[in-house]
């Protein structure tokens, strides 16, 4: 694989269940990020993880949590989905170092919709 | 808060010159890009501006005034592949980007 990889691409949930979208770089990048985009507004930031072993939270991480347990996989999980969840997740990564402003590369993305 | 405003949509004609703006009001200021989006797939990185002044990459280039907190995109020579979303973001003191919502392009030949 080269790049970042999103699974699954797609996804229909119901309302309550549990789900993880996974995310794997191999770019071995430090930094990774959770975005969600919904029509109309920006990207906005879930939660990050500036290197392995940490994590934080972005603009909207309420129903959301992560884990960074090395450096290539960064899954996100919605405990409890509820329809105001449906939106196209981006994961994306960069090379970050305190003060840098390095590029962030995306992700395919996954569409979930929760009914 | 923090804002970032630029044009929801822009229709050009294939071969002409397009400029799409971008103006911004954030805590701090680490930066400006600009990103490319085709719809359904992922954002792709354009260009990134730190210093006053205008950026050119081929046939894109990028400007940005910090003073005015100002920055466009200026395509020329426009290709039906340009048709696309256009994502202003600026990295703010805690180095995240905030994001526009994007200028939709739309090419007509």
């Known amino acids: 694989i080269a790049g970042i990889t999103q699974a699954p691409t797609s996804q229909i949930l119901a309302a309550g269940r549990r789900m993880t979208l996974r995310c794997t770089q191999d770019?071995?990048?430090?930094?990774m990020y959770w975005y969600r985009q919904d029509l109309g507004l920006g990207l906005r930031l879930i939660h990050y993880?500036?290197?392995?072993?940490?994590?934080g939270k972005g603009e909207v991480p309420d129903g959301y949590s992560v884990s960074r347990a090395n450096t290539d996989d960064f899954p996100l999980t919605l405990a409890s989905a509820v329809p105001s969840q449906t939106s196209v997740y981006f994961c994306?990564?960069?090379?970050?170092?305190?003060?840098?402003?390095?590029?962030?590369?995306f992700g395919p993305g996954t569409r979930l919709t929760v009914l | 808060g923090q804002n970032i405003d630029q044009p929801t949509e822009m229709t050009a004609t294939e071969g002409a010159i397009v400029q799409i703006n971008c103006t911004y009001q954030?805590?701090?200021?680490?930066?400006l890009f600009w990103y490319q989006q085709h719809a359904g797939e992922a954002p792709t990185f354009l260009s990134y501006?730190?210093l006053d002044g205008l950026e050119e990459k081929g046939r894109f280039s990028s400007f940005l005034s910090r003073s005015k907190g100002y920055s466009y995109l200026l395509l020329k020579e426009l290709q039906m592949k340009d048709s696309a979303s256009y994502l202003c973001?600026?990295?703010?003191?805690?180095?995240?980007?905030?994001w526009g919502a994007g200028t939709k392009l739309i090419i007509k030949p």
């Open positions: 770019m071995r990048h430090n930094a």
């Open positions: 994306a990564s960069s090379d970050w170092a305190s003060g840098s402003t390095d590029t962030q590369y």
């Open positions: 973001a600026v990295m703010d003191s805690n180095y995240q980007l905030i």
């Open positions: 954030t805590s701090g200021f680490n930066g």
């Open positions: 501006n730190v």
């Open positions: 993880s500036n290197t392995a072993g940490t994590t």
